[in-house]
């Protein structure tokens, strides 16, 4: 039995997509645990590359088991656009399973996060606008709408006439916008339902009892540890949990259970949305990096804001998630920058601080204090085997663990699969 936790270590995006594919090829399931169609997740495969933003990235080994646990919100549509794409694409999905607890993104929830972003003008968080935040309201609220109950007439039906109630006098009366017709939603859902239906199971079950017979499950985090709700940047952070606890409550296995950790990190920081971000690079070295690194986002197409790799936040995420292995990418993206800089402190009014602190006022002011280390000009894109790196990268990867007291197990110097240098074995 192994059952190990992939999540991400800075604001997301740092490349949890290719190492879930990259580990799923040993796993027996994947699961996705919190967020929702926020997120968005790239697995390149030869030539081809991929965008998911709800189906688990180990999809695309035909006989793995794929789940989507309670603790993911999930759009109905966006789910159908993404089994069709799959579909035409040549990608097999009749492995999918579907919690029948997780919480369904509604309309209302889609045209309240734009609605509640508008309204807060320069205090926006930068949300991604797909109803996540709304509807992690509604589930904690306790009115939410549930996939079992998605797929009862009745129940949606009833549920759905007393939510339209409330969310069309904030849609009307608060924000001025037109209301929501009942029938028409509820038509939509109907549709919606039948096609969803069949990979509706209980997930916690179909979980716990592939870990009874043996096998490995590898949970796969979305978003990242500072974007946590209650580890986070708050209030710029998601609504759910994506460290690694959010995975036992989001996919209802004990934390018994769990082997291992995965850590993934980038081998320098980047943001999308608002909030504090002390390593943050608003010179021409940030937009560099962003070129260089294809820093855009994968659901909003929004330039990622980019900074330097910052320690500070590297070992909270350890003592947050208990993180047991780093998978550390993008190391190729460095290459050619002369000098790089890793954050080992925080300059606050004077003091130097080593630990995140908890306050965003405090975060806000601080300094980021550097540690300077040569750079390499060799293109790392091709090698495979870590003693092939140029020795400068290896430093960088030997202060990094120094630093963390952690092990980096895999580096990633591509997007690709056989783009991975393996050091040590997670399954
Ligand atoms: P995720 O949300 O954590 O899955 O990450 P995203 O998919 O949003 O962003 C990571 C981007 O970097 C994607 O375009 C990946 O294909 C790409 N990527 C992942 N690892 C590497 C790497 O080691 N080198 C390079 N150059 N690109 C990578
Ligand atoms: P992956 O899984 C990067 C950010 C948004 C915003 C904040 C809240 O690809 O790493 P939300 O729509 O969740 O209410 O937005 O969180 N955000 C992400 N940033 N990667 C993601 O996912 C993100 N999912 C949400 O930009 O700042
Ligand atoms: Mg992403």
Known sequence: MAAVVLIGT????????????????????????????????????????FKLHLIPSGIFYSEKVCVIGNGVVIDPKVLIEELDYLDNRGVKTSNLKISSSAHVIMPYHR???????????????????????????????RTGIRISDFLDKEDLAAKLQDNLKEKNLLI????????????????????YAERIRPYVVDASLEINNCLADGKKVLFEGAQGTLLDLDHGTYPYVTSSNPIAGGACVGAGVGPTRISKVVGVVKAYTTRVGEGPFPT????????????????????????????WLDVVIMRYAVRVSGISDFAFTKLDVLTGIESLKICT????????????????????ECEAIYEEMPGWQEDLTGITEYAQLPVQAQNYIQRFEELTGVSVTMLAVGPGRDQTIVRGDIF
């Open 10 to 49: 800075q604001w997301g995006d740092e490349g949890k997509g290719k190492i879930t594919d990259f580990l799923a090829e040993k796993a027996d399931m994947v699961v996705r645990y919190q967020g929702g169609n926020n997120a968005g997740h790239t697995v390149v495969i030869g030539k081809e590359t």
């Open 111 to 141: 045209i309240l996060d734009a609605l509640e972003e508008e309204s807060k003008g320069d205090k926006k968080i930068g949300t991604t606008k797909r109803g996540i935040g709304p509807a992690y309201k509604d589930k904690a609220s």
């Open 172 to 191: 009307t009366k608060i924000y001025g916008h037109e209301p929501l017709k009942y029938e028409d939603v509820l038509e939509e859902c109907l549709m």
């Open 280 to 307: 943050e690079l608003t010179c021409q070295m940030g937009e560099l990096i962003r070129e260089k690194g294809g820093e855009y986002g994968t659901t909003t197409g929004r330039p990622r804001r980019c900074g």
């Open 345 to 364: 402190g925080y300059r606050y009014q004077g003091q130097i601080l080593r630990e995140f602190p908890q306050s965003l006022k405090v975060l806000a």
